[in-house]
T-cell receptor, first 113, second 109 residues
Framework: DTAVSQTPKYLVTQMGNDKSIKCEQNLGHDTMYWYKQDSKKFLKIMFSYNNKELIINETVPNRFSPKSPDKAHLNLHINSLELGDSAVYFC????????????FGEGSWLTVV | QQQVKQSPQSLIVQKGGISIINCAYENTAFDYFPWYQQFPGKGPALLIAIRPDVSEKKEGRFTISFNKSAKQFSLHIMDSQPGDSATYFCAASGDKIIFGKGTRLHILP
């Protein structure tokens, strides 16, 4: 009965590869997010979707492309992976766009070698 | 204007002591102030939250103190326990949510 689930949990890949992280929420929320957490633990928002529409696209390289096939899913595809992409990526959701609790998944540990 | 400044960056407290983490914001449009707790290997999870119409909210050993005029809010953990060792993030939400940079709290047994 996991609320926000993301796969894979761990991903080790070589520079230049393309990879995807999948996310699903079963909370019935309208808004979903992707956050990046670096080694210093800083949480940085990357994208936000509300009812499948892109709301926030923070200054993220266009190698990162989110896709929301429906309200319950928000996948992240990364092209031409670079060493600096190594981080923990968190999917999250909230009931509405503002002023609500954000529920995070357990994270996907991406290591680019 | 959209930043949330959090301090200290790291904190070590003896078991049974009081842990205090402070945050400050500038945007007066923020209307929801949550605190998140993150254990190693896990995602952040909501710990406690406050809206600006009250000055304090308490849930068990955790208390948020909110000073609207100073645009500051803080988390107090009473009787800190080793199980409280985690990273804590304050946040402020308006048209979007802004997170502080986190505080790594370590409670000595």
């Amino acid at each position: 009965d996991t609320a926000v689930s993301q796969t894979p949990k761990y991903l080790v890949t070589q520079m230049g590869n393309d990879k995807s992280i999948k996310c699903e929420q079963n909370l019935g929320h309208d808004t979903m997010y992707w956050y990046k957490q670096d080694s210093k633990k800083f949480l940085k928002i990357m994208f936000s979707y509300n009812n499948k529409e892109l709301i926030i696209n923070e200054t993220v390289p266009n190698r990162f492309s989110p896709k929301s096939p429906d309200k319950a899913h928000l996948n992240l595809h990364i092209n031409s992976l670079e060493l600096g992409d190594s981080a923990v990526y968190f999917c999250a959701s909230s009931q509405a766009w503002t002023g609500n609790t954000i529920y995070f998944g357990e994270g996907s540990w991406l290591t680019v070698v | 204007q959209q930043q949330v400044k959090q301090s200290p960056q790291s904190l070590i407290v003896q078991k049974g002591g009081i842990s205090i983490i402070n945050c400050a914001y500038e945007n007066t449009a923020f209307d929801y102030f949550p605190w998140y707790q993150q254990f190693p290997g896990k995602g952040p999870a909501l710990l406690i939250a406050i809206r600006p119409d009250v000055s304090e909210k308490k849930e068990g050993r955790f208390t948020i103190s909110f000073n609207k005029s100073a645009k500051q809010f803080s988390l107090h953990i009473m009787d800190s326990q080793p199980g409280d060792s985690a990273t804590y993030f304050c946040a402020a939400s308006g048209d979007k949510i802004i997170f502080g940079k986190g505080t790594r709290l370590h409670i000595l047994p």
